[in-house]
């Protein structure tokens, strides 16, 4: 893909895809929206279950930003995370070195772990710290097996208009499968039509106030009172 580098309204950057009219994070704020979205909403919110260690999914590496706050939070926190990052279509190098999320969080301490995310390899366990292990897959979520199931799911691929095949009901009763009891997926994403198929496929379905620029988002959980209720089985 034919990628160009954007400042977004936070001072942050982030990538439009001319070919697919696409940008890679919220124009209103880059840094903004991942917090919001995937550490606010996400990992805080699971966090308080006090899973150790916590297994999270990411479905779009794409920047690493994602990946990348959540490193930042765990070591704030004092976590311990398995962190397994799905990318169909890696940026290069030469893109990802431009990128600047390490000097708009002052994190640049950290600066050697948010470039080993894009050049370590992949599907292999690598360890970014002692307690944050990062496993890059690159492959679709068609064409993966999780073996694993997962605390907590980043689902951050391109919107439905552009790659309406992520947006399905298979995928997400696949995503559900790959989600432990009481584990929790959380997305930018709150069209009616997505939050009928997540409850559909088994999740309860939260509206939660967006990020700047969008009026709501969505966390869906796999909560095993709704599921038995939804089975009938009082």
């Not at 990538?15 to 994070?25: A, N, P, T």
């Not at 790959?178 to 709150?190: D, E, F, H, Q, R």
Request: include cysteine; glycine fraction near 6%; proline fraction near 4%.
């Amino acid at each position: 893909m034919d990628v160009s580098l954007i400042k977004t309204a936070d001072g942050s950057n982030s990538l439009y895809v001319k070919e697919l009219d696409e940008h890679y994070h919220s124009i209103h704020g880059a840094i903004q929206e991942s917090r919001h979205v995937f550490i606010d909403a996400g990992l805080k919110y699971i966090t308080e279950q006090n899973h150790s260690p916590l297994s999270v999914l990411e479905i779009g590496l794409g920047t690493g930003l994602n990946t990348f706050l959540t490193f930042i939070e765990s070591e704030k926190l004092n976590l311990t995370i398995k962190y397994t990052a799905l990318e169909a279509f890696p940026l290069l190098l030469d893109i990802t070195n431009q990128l600047n999320y390490v000097e708009c969080l002052n994190e640049k301490k950290h600066n050697d772990v948010f470039n080993f995310v894009h050049s370590c390899e992949w599907e292999k366990e690598i360890p970014l710290s002692e307690k944050f292990i990062l496993n890059k897959l690159n492959s679709t979520l068609q064409e993966i097996n999780f073996d694993d199931t997962y605390h907590l799911i980043y689902f951050d691929a391109f919107g439905p208009r552009v790659q309406p095949e992520m947006w399905t009901e298979g995928m997400f009763s696949k995503l559900f499968s790959a989600t432990k009891p009481n584990g929790i997926l959380v997305t930018y994403c709150a069209k009616g039509e997505v939050k009928r198929m997540f409850k559909k496929v088994g999740f309860a379905v939260e509206t939660l106030p967006g990020p700047p620029g969008k009026r709501e988002m969505v966390r869906a959980i796999r909560n095993l009172k709704f599921e038995i209720k939804s089975n009938g089985n009082r």
